[in-house]
């Protein structure tokens, strides 16, 4: 469980790892590429994809938001055509499920 975050708490760095088979990248990727403007919708302001180059089919899709407290909203703007976009980049990992971290500025602005 996390610690405490104070909901002012910014900017927050958010990483979602994938690990795709191989074969998959291009279509993964396309499908992914449609997630940008709903994360940029709900309040990214930052927003990229990522592949490892020591790990093939390692992919890591990154976005930046403003606050924690901004974070917490953008789970509650996420529409049903957004889950169903995320469950389709979610069939592409193939532990099951991706893994989300999330991050906050060492320094308090």
């Not at 990214?44 to 890591?60: I, K, N, S």
């Not at 899709?61 to 169903?84: I, K, P, Y």
């Not at 193939?94 to 500025?105: I, L, M, S, W, Y």
């Amino acid at each position: 469980m996390a610690k405490h975050i104070s909901r002012d708490r910014c900017p927050v760095l958010v990483t979602v790892e994938y690990r795709i088979r191989p074969q998959d990248r291009d279509v993964f990727l396309q499908a992914l590429a449609k997630l940008e403007h709903g994360r940029r919708r709900d309040g990214a302001y930052a927003w990229g994809v990522f592949e490892d180059t020591a790990q093939e089919g390692r992919m890591l899709e990154t976005f930046l938001v403003e606050s924690w407290m901004e974070h917490l909203r953008q789970h509650e703007r996420v529409t049903q055509a957004d889950r169903v976009m995320q469950d389709t980049v979610d069939r592409f990992d193939q532990d099951g499920e991706p893994k989300v971290t999330h991050f906050v500025a060492a320094a308090e602005s």
